[in-house]
């Protein structure tokens, strides 16, 4: 398809164990974003990605999370020894090169739940 | 630091009805607005952005209102439908900058259309 597409849709794992959650932006966006989104809570932002600049990771809540983004389009985030709060919706979006204005077009998330 | 608030209780209105949402900011005027739709298990969907110099967009049924004496954005949905229900969500870039593209985002309202 030509969306945002987002794998594993959902992931149950033990606490403790490693994850990676892969997004497969739109072709051409240059741009790629990852969100969580807790139940009751807003779209927190974690990593921000802009073509081959270095990634924005202000929003990484802990050491243990990173991410990369391979030959400017697909991207995945690690989660090394999860813990139980970071069960969450982890969201994907991608936008066009240019400004901030342009819309984000997000993925449908991958649901995490940690044991 | 700039919060976004929206009615965090669910909005519920009879079909054909107008539907009116709330987005109020506490800081900065931003120089954009975002509005996006969320269903319940999909990713964020964009509808309408607005700029700082724009008192009102519209597209088809929706009307997106920007004040930034009241630090406020409203959006509209005329003759709702059953299929408008779901929660709607503001964002606006986390500092004033016209070229930023890191958003912050509102807890969004959830919005219930009657038949």
Redesign the interface.
């Known amino acids: 398809g030509a969306g945002v597409s987002q794998s594993p849709s959902n992931k149950v794992t033990e606490k403790g164990k490693d994850v990676e959650l892969r997004c497969d932006p739109i072709s051409g966006h240059t741009a790629l974003y990852w969100y969580r989104q807790s139940l009751g809570q807003g779209l927190e932002f974690l990593i921000y990605f802009q073509g081959n600049s270095a990634p924005d990771k202000s929003g990484l809540p802990s050491d243990r999370f990173s991410a990369e983004r391979t030959g400017g389009s697909v991207s995945t985030l690690t989660i090394q020894r999860t813990q139980q709060e970071d069960s969450a919706v982890y969201l994907c979006a991608s936008s066009p090169a240019g400004t901030g204005r342009q819309p984000q077009h997000f993925g449908d998330g991958t649901r995490l739940s940690i044991l | 630091s700039q919060k ?1 608030e929206q009615n965090s209780e669910a909005l519920n209105i009879q079909e054909g009805k107008t539907a009116t949402l709330t987005c109020n900011y506490t800081n900065y005027s931003p ?2 607005l ?1 509005w996006y739709r969320q269903d319940p ?6 509808l309408l ?1 607005i ?1 700082e110099n724009e008192k009102e967009k519209r597209k088809e049924r929706l009307k997106v209102t920007f004040d930034t004496t009241l630090k406020q954005s409203l959006f509209h949905i005329t003759a709702s439908q059953p299929a408008d229900s779901a929660t709607y ?1 503001c ?1 606006l ?2 500092e004033y ?12 309202t959830s919005l219930a259309v009657n038949p």
């Open positions: 976004i120089a954009y975002q298990g999909r990713g964020p969907v964009f952005l700029r969500l964002a870039p986390d900058a016209g070229n930023n593209r890191k958003l912050i985002w509102g807890l969004g």
